[in-house]
């Protein structure tokens, strides 16, 4: 058997009602780690670090500080894209998109136990994940965004379709706010993936717990 052990099952990893991605794109210049904890104060259980532009010498110290963070708070570590800085810092999975490495592949070379996340942005492209192993499926850009210039506008109904006939976990993403979430969880989103709407809040903890407060009342809790 190869790679770490286990930290906890992948279901019990999986709370991603609201899914933190850290950028310091987006961050107003803050620092990630302050961002993170204060996410995690308002509740945030799964989160990832996207930082596409930087080497991987520069990005594996701010990738393990965040990963210690998250470990110690019990929240779920993800790395987008970096296969390489995902195993070296014994993140709890990684997340690709459609022009990262393709999934099976990712799968192959992941460590036993890690999660696999896979962007998609159509109906083939979510059923794609799933049968090539994802363990939770992002789909998107459900509304206007400006995070990724090029994003494609896919909106609330591609979820209605894939609902019924994903049974990993779909995760909205792409211009989602507090106001609007409620509509994607009704939907059937399982959670919903933000960037802007925490690390660039004025205060991120309290965001966070708005967020907590749509998805709840969308789910009639």
């Known amino acids: 058997m190869r790679g770490q052990p286990e930290r906890g099952s992948k279901v019990s990893r999986l709370q991603i009602e609201l899914y933190a991605i850290l950028d310091r794109a987006v961050s107003r210049g803050r620092d990630l780690r302050d961002i ?23 990005l594996l110290p701010l990738a393990k500080a965040l990963r210690d963070r998250a470990r110690e708070a019990g929240v779920t570590f993800i790395v987008n894209d970096r296969l390489d800085v995902a195993l070296a810092v014994e993140a ?22 890690m999660i696999l996340g896979v962007s998609s942005h159509s109906f083939k492209q979510a059923q794609q994940a799933q049968a090539d192993g994802a363990d939770y499926v992002a789909v998107g850009s459900i509304y206007p965004t400006a995070t990724k210039a090029e994003s494609q ?58 967020f907590f407060a749509s998805i709840k009342a969308a789910k009639g809790c």
């Open 36 to 58: 993170l904890d204060a996410v995690i104060a308002g509740g945030c259980r799964m989160v990832q670090l996207r930082q596409k532009e930087w080497s991987t010498r520069q």
């Open 92 to 113: 709890d999975g990684l997340h690709v998109g459609q022009d990262d490495l393709p999934a099976p592949i990712a799968r192959r070379l992941l460590r036993l136990g």
């Open 153 to 210: 506008l896919v909106g609330v109904e591609l979820l209605r379709q894939l609902r019924p006939l994903i049974s990993i976990p779909l995760v909205a993403i792409g211009g989602i706010t507090p106001e609007n979430a409620g509509e994607v969880i009704r939907a059937g989103a399982d959670g919903v993936a933000v960037i802007s709407a925490l690390c660039a809040a004025a205060d991120p903890t309290a965001a966070s717990r708005e």
